[in-house]
Nanobody
Framework: QVQFVESGGGLVQAGGSLRLSCVTSGNVFSTNVIAWYRQVPGKRRELVAAITRSAITTYLDSVKGRFTISRDNAENAVLLQMNRLKVEDTAVYHC????????WGQGTQVTVSS
């Protein structure tokens, strides 16, 4: 069973920063596009950022210039550096493969206060 373990969320004031980490198995990490998604209760889950095996990246328009996704090949991890956070970034953040995700993990809560 494929598992994703997300960490790094927390409570931060608007304008602050957080770094999220996602660890998965080596086989999944090395053979797939890995993405960060986020979901607010009552809304659809949305793609925040994705990174290919060759480190090509794509971002949701609203996070461009503030968020950076990267891969740590030694740790089978995908990181999401989030800077200049806004209240509207508040959500549960998940990582998974893209475009066909496996089952979802618990995610990590990011709360940005005004």
């Amino acid at each position: 069973q494929v598992q994703f373990v997300e960490s790094g969320g927390g409570l931060v004031q608007a304008g602050g920063s957080l770094r999220l980490s996602c660890v998965t198995s080596g086989n999944v990490f090395s053979t797939n596009v890995i993405a960060w998604y986020r979901q607010v209760p009552g809304k659809r889950r949305e793609l925040v950022a994705a990174i290919t095996r060759s480190a090509i990246t794509t971002y949701l328009d609203s996070v461009k210039g503030r968020f950076t996704i990267s891969r740590d090949n030694a740790e089978n991890a995908v990181l999401l550096q989030m800077n200049r956070l806004k209240v509207e970034d508040t959500a549960v953040y998940h990582c998974n493969t893209y475009p066909k995700p496996f089952s979802w993990g618990q995610g990590t809560q990011v709360t940005v206060s005004s």
